[in-house]
């Protein structure tokens, strides 16, 4: 008879076995393979990969970006199924696909219920010719329905690592599965693609070249290998039950992403911010501005801001709303108010908001009028200076909107928003922010628009610079992606997108991420109806945005809410006595450009139409 010892080694010399024959003792995941990689693929008795029924879903290479030494495109080597042959290794449960310039490894190896996929490439010494990357799909997975939060079963699920980690869950009732791509260090593309079969059926693909037909909204990036080098990375496929947490699947992607792009703002205060509006759209009704009277829609109509009069009368009501924003503030417990529109708002949308504090002179004159009213303690003082001291005097932090696109006078009368290359744009923005912070003391901005001519967000590496030559600042980006946590506060929108909290996930590697939730002019039937969750994003450190140029309703729910979260009176952390030193510190400086910046300074100011320069 055999001591327990003995048949203890036994089971484990059976569990070896198995393990060669591609079933893992308590492992779910079944894995077989035939002659060209995996066969057949079921998890929980689900089958979700069977290449006898679709052998179009084996092994294969597509899209390949190949150059000379001169970085042309050599497109006789631009598709991978167009090889000098390839080699199924069933020892080692590897593909080798073979090029005139090298190979391509595709290895699978399973661990428990996690299938692992391993990329080699390697470029001969001589070559002559760089690997950009390759478009490699190891199998396809048809699940039984269309996993949860995938809407539509034509999307691409998943993108680069360069902009958030790479983690894509596919819930599909039975299980999940996390495409991981652990390494953050490269970009890579880990992707689930839709088969074009018209069901729940995607092709793994992970590249290191742009894939075809990405959408526009994600990065573009290649993965070079020069001549002599190897590459290699690897995806893992994780599958478990339903319920079991993303952050425990994926910890060291989450892990490794955020040791990759670390998180370095540092901002306590999450009381509200508020939000003020000092004109309006042009619209029909409004005809005291079609002949000049008022053209930036300020506070409504009645003021003909040609006479003496009217511009007593406007800087007059300027200076009682700022007041009135300073009492609303206080009922609010707020930290701040961001200006959107400063510079009024004289176009239609899309160039309403101007978001150009540093062409106001030229935008709003009117702003720049000096205070004439001899009572005031603010005479002699220029109008948007008069505005700003007395929100910054009662204590309050003070923004604008920002745009990283060119504000334009065009003639005949009307402006447009210019779209600039991302060099001047990260310039520009650099440009409005160091204005508004050295003269009127801006902390907090709101930047708007924040997408290329195509809709993809801004590269988040832009933000890291700005945000680093503004340390005492908060930057809220209107598009952003999951990296933007580590330097700014990105804006949600409750009132147009009902979008009520920051991303849990994101706070799996960024675990003081915050997001700023416009929540003003929402119906107080919906404010109620998603109070729960706002008030558990508040708890959680999120920040609400809520109307302080009038008492908005909502602002009584809003005020409730932060009691409820058991944040209804922070520290101030705002030293008013520090800004108004620094503020006029930095204007006896002369506004010199941040050194990291400078010739992107200069490359704007050579560029396009510069608006001030040209007035």
Not at 306 to 313: D, V
Not at 388 to 408: E, H
Not at 439 to 449: E, I, K, Q, V
């Amino acid at each position: 008879m055999h001591s327990p010892l003995r048949i203890t080694r036994i089971r484990r010399a059976i569990c070896v076995s198995l393990l060669a024959a591609s079933t893992l003792c308590h492992a779910q995941l079944l894995v077989t393979y035939g002659t060209k990689g995996i066969d057949r693929l079921t998890y929980n008795g689900v089958v979700l990969a069977d290449t006898s029924r679709f052998q179009q879903e084996r092994i294969h290479i597509g899209h390949m970006k190949v150059t000379d030494r001169s970085g042309h495109v050599l497109t006789t080597d631009g598709w991978g199924e167009s090889n000098q042959g390839t080699n199924w290794d069933a020892a080692s449960k590897t593909e080798t696909y073979n090029f005139r310039w090298g190979t391509i490894k595709i290895q699978f190896s399973q661990k428990s219920d996690a299938l692992e996929i391993n990329i080699s490439e390697w470029n001969r010494p001589n070559s002559g010719v760089i690997l950009d990357g390759a478009s490699v799909y190891p199998l396809a997975l048809h699940f039984p329905t269309l996993p949860r939060g995938f809407v539509n079963a034509s999307y691409p699920q998943g993108g680069s690592n360069t902009s958030a980690p790479s983690v894509t869950v596919a819930d599909f009732g039975a299980g999940q599965v996390v495409d991981v791509a652990p390494d953050a260090s490269k970009p890579l593309y880990s992707m689930l693609w839709p088969t074009g079969t018209g069901d729940a059926a995607y092709s793994v693909l992970i590249s290191t070249t742009t894939p075809d037909n990405l959408p526009e909204f994600l990065p573009r990036h290649d993965r070079p290998v020069l001549p002599g080098q190897t590459d290699s990375f690897r995806i893992a496929l994780r599958f478990a039950s339903r319920g079991v947490a993303t952050n425990t699947l994926a910890a060291d992607a989450y892990s490794n992403w955020s040791l990759q792009y670390p998180a370095t703002m540092k901002w306590t205060d999450r009381r509200v911010i508020g939000t003020a509006y000092l004109a309006t759209s042009p619209t029909a009704d409004q005809p005291d501005s079609a002949d000049g009277a008022n053209p930036r829609h300020y506070l409504g109509a009645g003021m003909d801001l040609r006479t003496p009069e009217g511009q007593r009368l406007f800087q007059s009501r300027i200076l009682t709303k700022a007041a009135e924003i300073v009492r609303n503030l206080k009922k609010l417990s707020a930290q701040g108010v961001i200006t959107w529109d400063i510079e009024g708002q004289q176009y239609p949308h899309n160039t309403s908001y101007v978001c150009a504090p540093d062409q106001i002179a030229k935008a709003a004159p009117e702003m720049e009028s000096v205070i004439t009213d001899t009572a005031s303690r603010y005479v002699g003082k220029k109008l948007d200076d008069a505005y700003f001291s007395i929100l910054r005097d009662a204590g309050f932090r003070v923004g604008v909107c920002v745009r990283p696109q060119r504000f334009t006078l065009l003639p005949g009368g009307s402006a447009q928003q210019v779209q600039l290359s991302a060099k001047d744009a990260e310039a520009d923005m650099l440009r409005k922010i160091r204005y508004a912070h050295d003269r009127w003391g801006a902390t907090l901005f709101y930047l708007d628009s924040t997408v290329e001519q195509n809709g993809r967000p801004l590269d988040a590496a832009m933000f890291q610079r700005l945000a680093a030559a503004f340390p005492d600042s908060l930057l809220i980006p209107e598009q952003s992606t999951p990296r933007h946590y580590a330097y700014t506060a990105p804006f949600k929108s409750f009132l147009f997108h009902n979008e009520t909290a920051t991303d849990a996930d994101v706070r799996s590697y960024y675990p003081n991420a915050f997001s700023c939730i416009l929540v003003n002019d929402a119906e107080a039937k919906r404010l109620l109806q998603s109070r729960a969750a706002l008030v558990a994003a508040v708890a959680a450190g999120d920040i609400l945005m809520a109307h302080a140029d009038y008492w908005d309703p909502a602002n009584t729910s809003i005020v409730t809410m932060y009691e409820g979260a058991g944040r209804s009176r922070g520290a101030q952390d705002h030293d008013v006595k520090r800004l108004r030193s620094s503020v006029k510190n930095a204007t006896g400086r002369g506004g010199s450009p941040v050194p990291l910046i400078e010739s992107s300074l200069q490359a704007v100011e050579g560029s396009h139409h510069d608006v001030v320069a040209s007035q």
